[in-house]
């Protein structure tokens, strides 16, 4: 884990906020296991409803209301936006179902993955999807915060390589 604060730390030294819903937290204790975090790490939060990602993370109603906040946009709106909250350089974020919701149609568990690098102001926003069938719901979210983890390591490796 000694990567990510390498990463954050190289000129130009970049800070981190972290937005979670389905990896509740999960993600933030991975940052928080590395020493000096504190050096780049701003800190994070957990939205899990709705009405808590549109009020804090500037997720956009409509799009989270037709996707149940479960998309790559939303995703990509929560990793925005919690750079914004945090005045952060770098935000990522996870959101999906940690197990099947047949009330969604949701037969595997899957989730979004999102991380925004802000670049001269704008937003540089990847994301990615991932399904874990078969898996519990405490493995998806493990899952789900190291996929995430691993995917902000290779944005920052991208970053540094240029």
Known sequence: MSDLKTLMLAEPRRTLAVAESLTCGRLQSRIGLISGASN??????????????????????VEAV?????????????????CSLFGADVGVATTGYAE??????????????AVCRMSGGEPVITTGRVSFPGLSRAEVQERVAQVAYDALLESLRATAAR
Request: with cysteine.
């Open 66 to 82: 037709a996707t149940n906040c479960v998309s790559a946009k939303v995703a990509g709106q929560m990793a925005r936006g919690v």
């Open 40 to 61: 780049f790490f701003l800190g994070g939060l957990t939205a899990y409803s709705l009405e808590q990602k549109v009020k804090l993370l500037q997720v956009d109603r």
């Open 100 to 113: 099947a919701s047949p009330e969604q149609n949701v037969t595997d568990p899957f989730a979004w993955w």
